[in-house]
């Protein structure tokens, strides 16, 4: 069996659990596994029968604060810093491969280190499986309308994706390593043998490639020590309101304020610890942390942000959803996953505003209720994936430990160690 570092990026709460829940299917598979995170996940990791290693990662609010003024998140000496954290791990715990998930780093530190690669990511960031992209809030386009927004950005995002990629591409030289190609999504999926946490049933390539990448299915995971819901009884429909730890709380509070005025029953995941906007009467439970399994298994309807592991949660319990995403990940995400299913029945994605919430919210309830196909189809394949994960994740490790050790930078690069 083999030694594996996971190395999560705690910029949100998703990059900290899918390395979670592939350490456990990687432990119950028989390999000796570590988890390198920064403090800020330790939380979550407590109760895992696994290693630990501390890293540094950027504070979630620097993370989130880029993505809405539309700038990289991480610059120059920031991965710097990473790589001569990222090879002080690898160092301390010497594995045999070196996954990460939106550690953008590893892509370098791993050849310096001549360790295989895996990194988790999304099939929607891939040139073969591209969704086609809308704008995202970024706060140089909140004044425009979406009319305008999305096809000024379906013009203008190549060379947006190529400025983005500049810092890391910079590091790469710095170290002497060869650069993959040059915009954002070449970035977001290089490694080795790259795993795409997707259903591989709802992506279709459209395009030819030699990327390499294997799908081990959606990863799913359960926050530990969520307050239980109460009994639910029989009644109006339960809608289950979760806009993540990267929600904004003006948009949770347009949510509420649309549920407010429905016949429906509400419960809330509120996505921190501090107080949340006024809950309408009809919220049944709040919480800063739902069991989200629990909570999409009563409702008919989640309204979140569109990022997979919500939108995976929802199709495998049957919900209809409601996605309001706020960043890039999250629109290609719902737009890939629409796209594969039927938008109309299945997925819609809405502005946040009380009165669009409101139209969707009772046009989806009745989609949804009409097309049991639809419903029928995107629930049996997400739960297929889930249960197939394991043989998944175990093709997908043989197949990097066969590619082997990357090459390491070239005498005559003069790659430069961390300082």
Request: proline fraction near 9%; charge should be neutral; aromatic fraction near 8%.
């Amino acid at each position: 069996m083999s030694r594996i570092l996971i190395f999560a990026e705690a910029v949100t709460l998703a990059h900290v659990a899918r390395p979670i829940a592939l350490s456990r299917i990687l432990s119950d598979l028989g390999h000796e596994v570590c988890i390198a995170s920064a403090p800020a996940a330790h939380r979550w990791i407590p109760d895992e029968s696994v290693s630990r290693v501390t890293i540094q990662s950027i504070e979630s609010q620097t993370f989130l604060r880029a993505l809405t003024r539309g700038t990289p998140a991480y610059d120059l000496a920031t991965l710097k810093q990473y790589v001569a954290d990222d090879l002080h791990a690898i160092g301390a715990w010497n594995p045999d491969v070196v996954i990460g998930d939106f550690r953008l780093s590893l892509y370098i530190s791993s050849r310096l280190a001549g360790k295989p690669y895996g990194a988790i990511a999304n099939a929607c960031w891939s040139r073969r499986y591209w969704p086609g992209v809308d704008a995202p809030t970024v706060s140089q386009l909140r004044w425009l309308p979406r009319s305008l927004t999305d096809p000024l950005f379906r013009v203008a995002y190549p060379l947006a994706f190529a400025l983005h990629a500049l810092p890391f591409r910079q590091a790469c030289r710095r170290f002497g390593v060869t650069p993959p190609r040059s915009d954002l999504r070449d970035i977001y999926t290089a490694s080795d043998l790259t795993a795409f946490a997707d259903v591989e049933a709802f992506y279709e390539p459209w395009a030819t490639g030699n990327d390499m990448h294997h799908f081990i299915g959606p990863l799913a995971w359960e926050v530990p020590g969520a307050s239980p819901l109460p009994v639910i009884p029989e009644g109006p429909p339960v809608v289950f309101v979760s806009m993540g730890t990267s929600g904004s709380r003006s948009t949770l509070a347009s949510v509420l304020e649309a549920v407010a005025g429905l016949p429906v029953r509400c419960i809330v995941a509120i996505g921190s610890a501090e107080p949340p906007p006024p809950l309408p009467s009809n919220c049944v439970h709040a919480a800063a942390f739902v069991a989200y399994g629990e909570a999409c298994a009563q409702a008919a309807v989640v309204i979140c942000n569109g990022g997979a592991p919500a939108v995976y949660a929802a199709l495998a319990n049957g919900c209809g959803i409601i996605a309001i995403p706020e960043n890039l990940d999250q629109i290609l995400n719902t737009r890939a996953l629409a796209r594969a299913c039927d938008a109309r029945s299945l997925i819609r994605r809405v502005v946040p505003r009380a009165r669009a919430i409101v139209e969707t919210i009772r046009t989806i309830i009745a989609a949804s209720a009409a097309d049991a196909h639809a419903v029928t189809r995107g629930r049996e394949y997400t739960l297929a994936a889930m249960a197939d994960d394991h043989e998944r994740v175990a093709q997908w490790l043989r197949s990097l430990l066969e590619i082997g050790p990357p090459k390491r930078p070239s005498e005559g690069s003069a790659p430069r160690q961390p300082t």
